[in-house]
């Protein structure tokens, strides 16, 4: 590329495999540091209740699509926030205050049930943990419960999803990959060869193919770089199988009224410019 | 950091060789190692995880099942398969580090390849074609380079006519003249190559990197003449069915299933791009 005063300047190629080796030497760092900046606080209430806790069904939604999914089939119809994981210490803010922004970058929060005795829980993370951090954030999270089944709800771009019959894909499919330990048939929807590059939903899901967990791993591909109900109900078949069966699900006016939201919220967008 | 995936796993491989890659331009060596599993299989075994905070995470489908109808088991960072027959454990690594952790990583492994008491350990990995000097133009673009541990390989490899990786001045203005204790190995684009080379050197490790020259893009050749190069001295599959293969005549050899869609599907025939 020219640089000023006419000069040549030459451009290193750079390699999708390793960083700039100066960059390396200049940022080395501890994960220890990594560890450090994350905090699990348990709603005050709870605080007594041994670690880990034992629960039956651990469900994780990560992103817009899957946060809104479990929140309009589910949270719903009435729950509360048991724990969350931040990186805010709990001496700098109370956890009522934390939790009310928990649609912030740096917390996620974990829900129960109300209207139930199960003890399943769901955990909500709008937006993906950084890479860095997404080792010691699963550490974290498996600390502190011990689910005997884990389900793990995420979303991608359709354009993602390597197969050599594309062709035989329509719109917002959702695909799953399971751990060795999961032993139900999810038919006619395993994926084929592709990866993940979000890393929370890569570490969670690593994390209970090593430690022998049954997990299993649901990503709605989508074609819209929007949420809308089109691809949040792409997960909808989860509702008549199990594990998420046995969870008490809202009733229809109430995931109307989530899905009405995300509609309005869109439009007031769109009117911004007309 | 080795966590084993089934109860009975000894560590003690005195009479094993470590083959593990290094994440270099290209992803060469990673490659290269794809091809060791995919030979030494199917008498090679998985036998465990490498689990770890430096390394990023990532989940995949089977990268070495050929049939699309047997889904294949869950794919994570890093996995260890092991050859009872050849007397090899293969560490396969599918994500890079993350950014500032390469000396805490080299540090792990080699204090994890110490308490395995590993006959010797290969490296197999990629430096950038771009940085090459003169007098590496020309000819071959495969080398080696050992640690003083290893000096016993020499004659081996002098045997199989391999050229040594070429020193460069440490400093340089430095002559070209300069002394042995001015020069010193230049591997650029190599990831963590180095570091373990020094680490290695320090702790007293039979060590020996084998590498290519290479360029980003499509580096499937680069990987086949790496593996034809580790084959001629360790002797997995006959040579003639590795060449077979690449000149797409009839062999045993396979490619692994997931290099199919190593560059995305395919355009859809009926499709509209538009």
């Known amino acids: 590329m020219a640089a000023a005063f006419g000069v040549w300047e030459i451009k290193f190629p750079s390699s999708r495999a390793v960083y700039d080796e100066d960059d390396e030497e200049d940022e080395e760092h501890s994960s220890e540091d990594d560890l450090r900046s994350l905090h699990f606080h348990r709603a005050p209430h709870l605080d007594q209740k041994p670690s880990p ?160 967990m049954a997990a299993a791993l649901f990503v709605c591909f989508t074609e819209s770089s929007h949420v809308d109900s089109q691809s949040v109900e792409a997960f909808h078949f989860l509702l008549k199988h199990p594990p998420l069966r046995s969870l008490h699900q809202a009733s229809s006016e109430q995931v109307t009224k989530v899905l009405k939201s995300l509609r309005s919220g869109k439009l007031l967008e769109m009117n911004m410019y007309m | 950091m080795f966590v084993a995936s089934g109860k009975d796993v000894s560590v003690n491989w005195s009479e094993f060789t470590l083959i593990l890659p290094a994440v270099s331009i290209g992803n060469v060596g990673q490659l290269a190692v794809d091809l060791v599993v995919s030979s030494i299989s199917p008498n090679g075994c998985h036998i465990g995880y490498f689990y770890d905070s430096c390394i990023l995470p990532l989940v995949g489908n089977d990268a070495f099942t050929q049939s699309t109808e047997s889904l294949g088991k869950l794919n994570v960072s890093v996995e260890v398969y092991k050859n009872d027959d050849l007397k090899f454990v293969v560490v396969q690594q599918r994500a890079p580090l993350v950014k500032g952790c390469q000396t805490e990583y080299c540090r792990k492994l080699v204090t994890w390849i110490k308490s395995c008491n590993f006959k010797q350990v290969i490296l197999v990995s990629s430096i950038s074609a771009t940085e090459r000097v003169d007098s590496q133009i020309g000819g071959s673009p495969l080398r ?68 290519t020259f290479c360029c980003e893009g499509d580096n499937i050749s680069d990987a086949v003449n790496l593996f034809l190069y580790i084959n001629d001295w360790l002797k997995m599959v006959p040579r003639t069915e590795v060449e077979a293969k690449v000149l797409g005549k009839a062999s045993s050899f396979v490619f692994p299933a997931s290099w199919c869609s190593m560059f995305g599907s395919p355009v859809h025939p009926d499709g509209n791009l538009f």
């Open chain 1, 53 to 212: 806790t034992e629960c039956p069904l651990l469900v994780l939604a990560i992103g817009e699509v899957a946060t809104t999914f479990v929140e309009a089939h589910f949270l719903s119809a009435g729950s509360e926030i048991v724990a969350c994981i931040t990186s805010k210490k709990t001496n700098e803010v109370d956890f009522e205050k934390l939790c009310s922004t928990y649609k912030s970058a740096d917390t996620c929060c974990l829900h129960r049930l109300t209207t139930s005795q199960d003890d399943s829980v769901l955990c909500q993370c709008r937006t993906t943990v950084p890479q860095e951090k997404a080792f010691h954030w699963t550490e974290k999270l498996f600390e502190n419960f011990k689910p005997s089944k884990v389900v793990i709800l995420t979303s991608a771009p359709a354009c993602e999803y390597h197969t050599n019959t594309p062709g035989n894909l329509k719109p917002d499919f959702v695909k799953v990959l399971k751990t060795d330990s999961w032993q139900e048939k999810i038919s006619h929807r395993e994926c084929s060869f592709w990866k993940l590059l979000t890393s929370s939903v890569e570490s969670q899901h690593q994390f209970c193919q090593i430690h022998s």
């Open chain 2, 144 to 211: 080696y380079v050992v640690t003083p541990a290893a000096k016993n390989l020499l004659p081996l490899f002098d045997g199989l006519s391999w050229k040594t990786l070429e020193k460069r001045p440490k400093f340089p203005h430095a002559t070209e003249e300069s002394s042995n204790e001015n020069r010193d190995l230049f591997l650029p684009g190599g990831g963590f190559t180095k570091k373990l080379y020094e680490a290695c050197c320090r702790d007293d490790i039979p060590l020996a990197v084998l590498l």
